[in-house]
């Protein structure tokens, strides 16, 4: 596609479910980042895929939250056992070189009830 | 340890007034410098970049930035801005081979008519 897509666009749970948001980065680009955005916070990185390259997993809050990338495109963020602190926008980007900035996608706003 | 703080968390502004948005950065290595900004219920996209060459950089809508490695400054501004530029600004910072960018806590310019 022309940009980065995610999906769902807006996720609503309860407490103790888990989660499953889907990024499609830019075909071509090697890099994909998963951030959060809390509500008036900055950029929380999460997440780092490179190529074959093992993930640089240095921003994950807790065990509960994993992510793969498949065929080095698309990525899967989980979060399990969700909790009320969860709650926030997650955004995914991609980039084909680290200096060329990324391109984010448009976001999965996360509402854990 | 690198890290970039974005001095005001909001600046108001008349429409057609002057704006600049000051970043500062800390590294003890060489600098790739961005700005992004997040329009209202959008994602971000890249403003500008400082890479290397020519300190100041221009990027979209008008608006530039200066790189000053003395007082390792980013700063944005724009000359005269408009009520569409009203959004997030976010400046980032990337040092070395490492492709995670630290990110500011943002600034939130409202353009008032």
């Known amino acids: 596609g022309a940009g980065v897509s995610q999906s769902p666009s807006n996720k609503v749970t309860e407490k103790g479910k888990d989660v499953e948001l889907r990024c499609d980065p830019i075909s071509g680009h090697t890099a994909l980042y998963w951030y959060r955005q809390s509500l008036g916070q900055g950029l929380e990185f999460l997440i780092y895929f490179q190529g074959n390259s093992a993930p640089d997993k240095s921003g994950l809050p807790s065990d509960r939250f994993s992510a793969e990338r498949t065929g080095g495109s698309v990525s899967t963020l989980t979060i399990q056992r969700t909790q009320q602190e969860d709650s926030a926008v997650y955004l995914c980007a991609s980039s084909l070189l680290g200096v060329d900035g990324q391109f984010f996608g448009p976001g999965t706003r996360l509402t854990v009830l | 340890a690198q890290s970039v703080t974005q001095l005001d968390s909001q600046v108001p502004v008349f429409e057609e007034a002057p704006v600049e948005l000051r970043c500062n950065y800390s590294s003890s290595v060489s600098v790739y410098l961005f700005w992004y900004v997040q329009y209202p219920n959008q994602g971000l996209q890249l403003l500008l970049k400082?890479?290397?060459?020519s300190t100041l950089v221009k990027g979209i809508n008008g608006f530039e930035a200066e790189f000053n490695k003395s007082q390792t400054s980013f700063h944005l501004r724009k000359p005269s801005v408009h009520i569409s530029d009203t959004a997030e600004y976010f400046c980032?910072?990337?040092?070395?081979?490492?492709?995670?960018?630290?990110w500011g806590l943002g600034t939130s310019l409202a353009v008032n008519p």
């Open positions: 400082y890479l290397s060459g």
């Open positions: 980032a910072a990337n040092a070395g081979n490492n492709r995670k960018l630290i």
